[in-house]
């Protein structure tokens, strides 16, 4: 208990350059961990007037690919976007990397889930890590880079990776659009596009140990954070 009531902040900050707007974007992270092993991330982005709306506000990590098993509640149980997300359900889901994804002819960012409380990603004993979010969040799990997906021109060309797992927790996303495919409404609609200028967003990274223990913490930092 006394260790619990520990805490040790660090804050760090930066900015994403281009070529021809400086700055671009400038982030600012804050890690607060306490004794009990709770890492929160409190993230915060300033977009330049310049700056193109971007695709995805959020950060990437990676975890070991024994951690397998995914777990999470939120909307599923397939694939889904904050325009298509009308015919998924809120609720707990089990998945595995492979089946988290969606592999599309041409490679490309995909295996998204709206509005995720939490996600956990554990070993076959039940052990691992849980991300838990103050709002809901967006998430997706690849077992590729983001690179990777980039470069490759063809499912068959995806490199997985060796002995990891790419994590993406999203504050949002913008939309999948296509209302149709050779105008400006090939874009999401208005609602669904990132066109504000300051973003923030805070989750918790614990530790968890069965499924029991990650339904319970999920549920309590959720709703205290």
Request: charged share 25%.
């Amino acid at each position: 208990k006394q260790l619990a009531e520990y805490k040790t902040v660090l804050a760090l900050s930066g900015r994403a350059e281009n070529i021809s707007v400086s700055p671009a974007a400038a982030p600012t992270v804050t890690y607060t961990l306490d004794g009990a092993g709770a890492l929160a991330v409190d993230y915060k982005l300033d977009i330049s007037d310049r700056m193109p709306e971007p695709l995805r506000v959020g950060l990437q990590t990676c975890v070991p690919n024994t951690l397998e098993r995914i777990a999470y509640f939120g909307k599923g149980p397939q694939e889904n976007y904050s325009d298509r997300c009308e015919g998924a359900f809120l609720g707990l889901y089990r998945s595995t990397p492979e089946k988290f994804m969606h592999s599309y002819i041409t490679p490309q960012e995909n295996g998204n889930r709206c509005d995720v409380r939490w996600l956990s990603l554990t070993a076959s004993d039940g052990r691992g890590v849980q991300f838990v979010g103050a709002e809901p969040l967006s998430v997706s799990v690849w077992n590729c880079t983001q690179e990777s997906l980039d470069k490759a021109r063809h499912s068959n060309e995806v490199e997985p990776l060796a002995d990891a797992l790419t994590v993406n927790i999203d504050r949002t996303q913008t939309g999948v659009g296509g209302t149709d495919t050779w105008s400006l409404k090939a874009r999401p609609s208005d609602q669904y596009r990132l066109l504000e200028k300051h973003y923030a967003c805070r989750f918790t990274i614990i530790p968890c140990n069965g499924e029991a223990e990650t339904i319970r913490n999920g549920r309590s930092l959720f709703r205290n954070q």
